[in-house]
T-cell receptor, first 114, second 110 residues
């Protein structure tokens, strides 16, 4: 079956702009989580959605937001981009919750803010 | 309290040797402890996972040792191979989110 698909794979944006990243989970998976990966901080949890509801949120500013659609696809939006937002953004999907079933990660979207 | 501390940051091992990566946590609410392997340009992939009611789990050359009282767990890679060269992340889960360690870059030389 198809894996987790993230689009686009690469993005270059200017400071102050906004960006939207997309994630299509594995068919049948209802939980989608987003992570920010940077060399210094590792994988930082952004938020998790299940059946269109945000169940958990990490410690990121309000500029980071997300949503999930009825088909479980999810989008993540970052407004007023800062240089420090440059990172690999990873999406992971799971059937129910990460503690009970495996989380599958996409290849990520590499965002560069200049 | 939600942190997972991982060490070492990098590890160099000879082919055939044992690679050991350690993690520690504080929050006793964590109930699932997976290890993820990440190759360059790829997302992390689940390698092996353990629950706190088990002290050890082995899958092939990979073993997790879990010490509940010390709140520590470790990954042992036996007979390390060059193909094992990757970044390894420990993680802990509760309330539907995974908290990751900072990662260990493993290099296995022939």
């Amino acid at each position: 079956k198809a894996g987790v698909t993230q689009t686009p794979r690469y993005l270059i944006k200017t400071r102050g702009q906004q960006v939207t990243l997309s994630c299509s989970p594995i068919s049948g998976h209802r939980s989608v989580s987003w992570y920010q990966q940077t060399p210094g901080q590792g994988l930082q949890f952004l938020f998790e959605y299940f059946s269109e509801t945000q169940r958990n949120k990490g410690n990121f500013p309000g500029r980071f937001s997300g949503r999930q659609f009825s088909n479980s696809r999810s989008e993540m939006n970052v407004s007023t981009l800062e240089l420090g937002d440059s990172a690999l953004y990873l999406c992971a999907s799971s059937f129910v919750r990460f503690g009970d079933t495996e989380a599958f990660f996409g290849q990520g979207t590499r965002l560069t803010v200049v | 309290q939600q942190q997972v501390k991982q060490s070492p940051q990098s590890l160099i091992v000879q082919k055939g040797g044992i690679s050991i990566i350690n993690c520690a946590y504080e929050n006793t609410a964590f109930d699932y402890f997976p290890w993820y392997q990440q190759f360059p340009g790829k997302g992390p992939a689940l390698l092996i996972a353990i629950r706190p009611d088990v002290s050890e789990k082995k899958e092939g050359r990979f073993t997790i040792s879990f010490n509940k009282s010390a709140k520590q767990f470790s990954l042992h890679i036996m007979d390390s191979q060059p193909g094992d060269s990757a970044t390894y992340f420990c993680a802990a889960s509760y309330t539907d989110k995974l908290i990751f360690g900072t990662g260990t870059r493993l290099q296995v030389f022939p």
